[in-house]
C-alpha cells in the first residue's frame, strides 16, 4: 500500500512539518489582506491586481470571498463505544469512589484501564482515557481556584521566607546549594543567604543575619509548613511550632504565621522572588571559593537591585527607597540570637562526639561523660555543663574526624608514646620555635617528657609565653624543660627589687652549665 506522505517529505521531522504549515497559512493570510486593500482601499481591478500579484484568478476570488461566520459544523453528542459500553456502569461507580479517596490514594487511568482488561475488556486504553475525561467534564463545576485577591501591608508589618536550590561552583567543584529567600512585605526589599543544606540551625542564622541586614524584624513572618519550622499541623491555622524556633520568635518580637498546607500563593511574593532572582542572580552560574565570599557577592547584589528595581505600587520610586520609609517601623535589633540546634550525646573514651556522621575531638579530662553539642550554622561547640570543652569549624564531608591536639595534651603526661603515633598529632601545626624545639629533642633520647612538659605549661603559662621561652632556649642552645620553664616562672626586672637581683647570676649559671 502507498504511503500518503509526499515522498520528500516522509522522513523530515514532524515538528519541522508543523513548522513548514504554519509559514504557508501565514503567507497566506498575508495575500489576503493585500488583496483585500487593492480592492477595497484602492479600488483597483481584478485584473490589475492579478497583473500586479502574480496569482490566478480563481485565488483572486477565493480571497475576496467573506467567509461564513455561521458555517454548519458537525459536533457529535454520542459518542459510540460498541466495546467499552458494557462497561460504563462499573466505571462510573469506580470514578464515583475514586473522588472520595485522598489524591495520592486515586487510581489513575492506566490502573482502571487494567482493571477492565482483568474483566475481559478488549478495547483500547485511549477509549478508556476519553471516557474518564468526559467524567470529569460532567462532574467539575465553574471554579476559582485560579483567582486570587492582591494584597496590602502596612510597613513593618509582615515578611515572607522561603527556601530554594541553585547551582553555583564553590572551590572549583559544580555543587547544590539552599538559599535562604527573606523579602519585606511593604517595600520588597530583599536577601538571599546561601547555605549548604536546610537544617534548623541554618534557617535560625539566616534570620539572624537577615534582621541585621534589615536593621530589624516586622511584626509578623510568613512561612511555609517546613518541618524545621513546625513540629505539628492542626485543624486551621494553629501549629505546633519548633521549639527552638519559639525561641527565635521570641528574642525578635514577632508572631509566625504558618500557610495552609499546599497554598504556596498565601506567600506569593517570595515565591516570585525565587524565580527573578535565580535569572538576575544566579545566571550566569556564580563561582567563589568559599561560602563566605558567595554571601558578601548575595548581600552586595541584593542592594543592587533594590535601586535599580521599580517598587510595583509606588511606581515612581525604587525599592531601596521605599525600604528607607520602611526601616523606621521594623522592631529595633535587640542583639544576636545564638542560632544553634542542641544535641545531647557522650564524649567517647577517644575523646570525640558525632555530628552528621563526622567526628569532633574535645577535651580528654571529660571523657565517658555526657555532653551537649550547639551546632551552629559554621561551627561546633561542645559544653559539659556550662564549660565549652571543644570548639571545631563545621564541615559538611561525611566520615571524617577532625582533632584538636590540644584536647589530648594532658593525655601525654599519662601517655607519652602516644606523642609519636597519636592521629591527633600528625598534622599538629605548632609555632615556628617549639616546633623547631620538639625537633631537636626527638633526635634525643628520652627527652621527649621535657617536650610534654613545656606543652603541659601552655595552659598556665599560654602559647605565646611558652613560644618565646622555646625561642630564648633555642638562641641559647638550651634544651631542658626545668630550666626553660623557670624563665617563665622567674619575675620581669622591671617588676623586681634589686635586692632579688642575685637570681639573674644563679639562673645564668645553670644555663652555663646546659651549654
Known sequence: ????????????????????????????????????????????????????????????????????????????????????????????????????????????????????????????????????AQFKAKRNKPSIKD?????????????????????????????????????????????????????????????????????????????????????????????????????????????????????????GQVERQVAIFRSKIFTPTLSFDDFAQLNQYLQARCIELAKEMQHPEQSQKSIWEVYQEEKSHLQLFPGVFNAFSLISTELSKT????????????????????????????????????????????????KKVYYEPWHYVPLLERKPGALRNGAPFKDWKLPKPIETLRQLLATKDNREMDFIRLMLAVEEYGLEAITNACQYALDNHILRADIILSTLKTEQPEDRNTESCDAYDVLYQRFIKEV
Open 147 to 267: 483567582a486570587f485577591i492582591p494584597q496590602s501591608f502596612m510597613p513593618g508589618e509582615k515578611f515572607q521566607f522561603d527556601w530554594s536550590e541553585e547551582t553555583v561552583i564553590l572551590a572549583g567543584e559544580s555543587r547544590k546549594i539552599k538559599v535562604a529567600q527573606i523579602r519585606l512585605c511593604y517595600s520588597r526589599f530583599s536577601l538571599v543567604i546561601a547555605y549548604p543544606n536546610e537544617q534548623l540551625e541554618m534557617l535560625l542564622d539566616a534570620h539572624d543575619v537577615a534582621f541585621r541586614y534589615f536593621g530589624g524584624a516586622c511584626q509578623e513572618g510568613v512561612y511555609d509548613n517546613m518541618k524545621t519550622v513546625v513540629d505539628k499541623i492542626f485543624k486551621g491555622k494553629a501549629r505546633k511550632y519548633n521549639e527552638r524556633f519559639l525561641a527565635l520568635c521570641g528574642h525578635y518580637v514577632f508572631q509566625p504565621i504558618a500557610c495552609t498546607p499546599r497554598s504556596g500563593w498565601e506567600k
Open 1 to 132: 500500500m502507498k504511503s500518503k506522505i509526499d515522498p520528500l517529505m516522509r522522513h523530515t521531522p514532524v515538528h519541522k512539518i508543523i513548522n513548514y504549515r504554519r509559514q504557508i497559512e501565514v503567507k497566506t493570510m498575508d495575500l489576503k489582506n493585500k488583496v483585500r486593500h487593492l480592492y477595497y482601499r484602492k479600488n483597483k481591478s481584478k485584473a490589475a491586481i492579478v497583473k500586479e500579484l502574480s496569482i490566478s484568478k480563481n485565488t483572486l476570488n477565493k480571497l475576496l470571498t467573506e467567509e461564513r461566520q455561521n458555517k454548519r459544523q458537525y459536533n457529535r453528542t454520542v459518542q459510540p463505544s460498541p466495546k467499552l459500553g458494557a462497561y460504563h456502569a462499573w466505571l462510573d461507580e469506580m470514578l464515583t469512589e475514586n473522588e472520595k479517596l485522598h489524591r495520592k490514594q486515586q487510581l489513575n487511568g492506566k490502573q482502571l484501564y487494567d482493571a477492565l482488561v482483568k474483566k475481559n475488556y478488549t478495547g483500547s486504553y485511549k477509549a478508556v482515557a476519553n471516557y474518564i
Open 351 to 398: 575523646c570525640l562526639v558525632n555530628v552528621d556522621t563526622n567526628r569532633y575531638s574535645g577535651d580528654c579530662r571529660y571523657a565517658n561523660k555526657a555532653v551537649y553539642v550547639h551546632r551552629f550554622a559554621w561551627t561546633i561547640k561542645i559544653y559539659c555543663d556550662d564549660t565549652c570543652i571543644g570548639e571545631h569549624r563545621r564541615r559538611f564531608t561525611r
